[in-house]
């Protein structure tokens, strides 16, 4: 009997037909004059189009049975960073199943879980967001990351610092975002109960606001910074647009899986149960993705346990394994990565192409889908892990201070440096999501207040820092600025820093608590 298959013919037709779309884009991109704007243009209208006028894929929900949803929104709209703000619209926190029928007879279990945790690493994560762009402002970006830059200047160490803060946060920070919104799409999809429904929600929730940056929040930033004039670009709202660009790639796949039924002891066992057989357990997916070393009973649809047939399959799972984030993150997330490196593109279709971006980002969204697909958080992460979370912490700061090193000079390390930054892209998205689950998962008002504004602080901060990067640059201290260069531009950092997000988070939540803007921040 045949396993369970990801790729049939047909979606192997999808798959080649998005490659070629993809290398033809980077052909516009690097032949065409001007193939950044032409591709960031397509980028934009094509998503717009997509998601306003598009018909979508003939199927009315994800045909597998078990999909698990961590809602916190009663308008089944929590997925990832066009969501944060759900532990305010939250409903209750017992687990509540809510099975759906779909066309084709498959039921849908879409059972609802409160998931604080997340909440609390994003909320995270946005504030990184604001951090790193002030940095980037101050000079760790290098000329044209952002809409005013004050310059490169201060003493040795604290340049290095800001480079290095950026560096870091550049490995690993916008992959999580698209892993994290990842996690909650299968759910969404299966609860909207077609793609009309979806659609809609995604219009509502990413398109509109993405819109909104496109041509009211960067143009504005940019003459906020002393650019007198009307320039609509993405700005921050390229992670918008492209995560639009995944859902749809989503979509286009979902008809094709084929998921078989997968019955095995204790589906997710801890380290130390690894070989040790317990109470029965059924899940659903595709065997050579995700299993556990278990003895694993398999049957597909359509057949009975009398045909099964039973096989031992190593584990632990995907980006749980040390094995597997050392492989991919050398692999997909650092040689993959190398030739758009060395094309220096700078970006492409907005996003911006570096260490822990691309090929990074693509892979961590399909790692969230899977994390969603298997319930990784149904249980302890740490449980789940084949090595001790202080294994995981040494790793990722090890890791850390290798790019940090190798980073001072890129030009001799470069091949290096994006190797370990690809598996440290991989670790410290785990080591993060290791902890929030173990020490952050709650909520309280200040969580809840937090997390009901950081959707918003993504989307405006740009006018916010730019404002106060101009305020900070125009205070009357040039006197005091040139005798005391060494520490001024340290404390102007500092300043900027915590007026943006004092205003930033307060603004946000003001706005996210109008009548007309609660269903969409």
């Not at 077609?194 to 219009?203: C, P, V």
Request: hydrophobic share 50%; charged share 10%.
């Amino acid at each position: 009997m045949p396993l369970p298959e990801i790729c049939s013919s047909a979606s192997s037709h999808v798959a080649i037909s998005w490659v070629v779309l993809f290398f033809l884009a980077i052909g516009i991109r690097v032949f065409v004059p001007l193939g950044e704007i032409v591709c960031s243009i397509l980028l934009v209208f094509g998503t717009t189009f997509a998601f306003t006028c598009w018909n979508g894929p003939n199927i009315s929900a994800v045909e597998i049975e078990g999909e698990q949803s961590n809602s916190t929104s009663e308008d089944d709209s929590n997925d990832g960073i066009d969501t944060i703000e759900t532990a305010a619209a939250a409903t209750a926190a017992a687990t509540i199943d809510n099975p759906i029928e779909t066309t084709a007879g498959t039921r849908i279990s879409t059972t609802s879980k409160r998931l604080p945790f997340l909440d609390n690493l994003k909320t995270f994560l946005t504030s990184l967001v604001v951090t790193h762009h002030v940095a980037c402002a101050f000079g760790g970006c290098g000329d044209g990351s952002w809409y005013l830059i004050v310059g490169e200047d201060g003493p040795p160490v604290f340049r290095c610092f800001i480079k290095t803060l950026t560096l870091l946060n550049q490995s690993y920070f916008m992959s999580l975002f698209f892993f994290i919104s990842a996690y909650f799409v299968p759910s969404t999809f299966a609860r909207a109960g077609g793609w009309n429904s979806f659609r809609r929600t995604k219009q509502r929730r990413i398109l509109i606001p993405a819109l909104f940056v496109f041509f009211v929040v960067s143009p504005l930033a940019i003459i906020i910074s002393g650019k007198w004039v009307y320039w609509p670009n993405t700005g921050p709202a390229w992670f918008l647009f492209w995560l639009l660009l995944f859902n749809l790639i989503y979509i286009s796949f979902s008809p094709h899986l084929e998921w078989g039924r997968l019955e095995y002891m204790n589906a997710v066992p801890a380290r130390e149960d690894i070989g040790n057989p317990a109470a029965e357990q059924t899940i659903q997916g595709p065997l050579e993705l995700l299993l556990p070393n278990q003895v694993v009973t398999v049957t597909s649809p359509g057949t009975s346990a009398s045909t099964a047939e039973t096989t031992r399959v190593a584990g632990p799972i995907l980006m749980l394994s040390t094995t597997f984030r050392v492989t991919f993150g050398i692999g997909i997330c650092g040689l993959a990565l190398i030739p758009f490196l060395l094309l220096q593109l700078g970006s492409f279709a907005s996003m911006p192409v570096s260490v822990g971006s691309l090929t990074c980002d693509f892979f961590m969204f399909f790692l969230g889908v899977m994390a969603n697909r298997f319930g990784w958080f149904e249980k302890s992460l740490t449980e789940q892990l084949d090595i001790h979370p202080m294994m995981l912490a040494c790793f990722v700061v090890i890791e850390g201070i290798a790019i940090a090193t190798m980073g001072t000079d890129a030009e001799t390390w470069g091949l290096l440096l994006v190797i370990v930054a690809g598996i440290f892209c991989l670790d410290m998205s785990l080591f993060l999501l290791v902890v929030f689950q173990r020490w952050a998962n709650f909520e309280t008002k200040v969580t809840r207040f937090l997390a009901r504004g950081a959707y918003g602080v993504y989307l405006l901060h740009p006018i916010i820092v730019t404002g106060v990067t101009q305020v900070y640059l125009h205070l009357p201290f040039d006197g005091i600025r040139e005798q005391n260069r060494t520490c001024f531009y340290p404390l102007g950092f500092v300043f900027v820093v915590v007026i943006s997000q004092i205003l930033t988070w307060s603004s946000a939540y003001a706005l996210a608590m109008l009548p007309c803007l609660k269903t969409i921040l």
